[in-house]
């Protein structure tokens, strides 16, 4: 199963991922809700959502999908944690 790590524009929230799997029924989307944390917290948000057991361990890769300031936060991962792709 495809494994998706979202990150939600602004306005937007978690909810937006339900759309995400709708579309994608076959990928498990992991979403972070970026209203739950304070700007210093982010990056700390995301090393936690790639080190969870289902992503970790998961051997195809992870694709990672980001709108508005979410799209920002998508890079941000994808530079630190270039393995994880």
Do not use: R, Y
Request: hydrophobic share 50%; net charge negative.
């Amino acid at each position: 199963m495809k494994k998706v790590l979202f990150c939600h524009g602004m306005p937007g929230s978690q909810k937006d991922a339900d759309l995400l799997c709708a579309a994608n029924p076959n990928a498990e989307v992991i979403a972070i809700d970026l209203l739950s944390f304070p700007p210093e917290s982010m990056d700390l948000a995301f090393a936690n959502a790639l080190g969870t057991k289902s992503i970790a361990t998961h051997q195809g890769g992870i694709s990672l999908v980001g709108f508005s300031i979410g799209a920002m936060a998508a890079i941000k991962i994808a530079a630190a944690h270039p393995q994880s792709g």
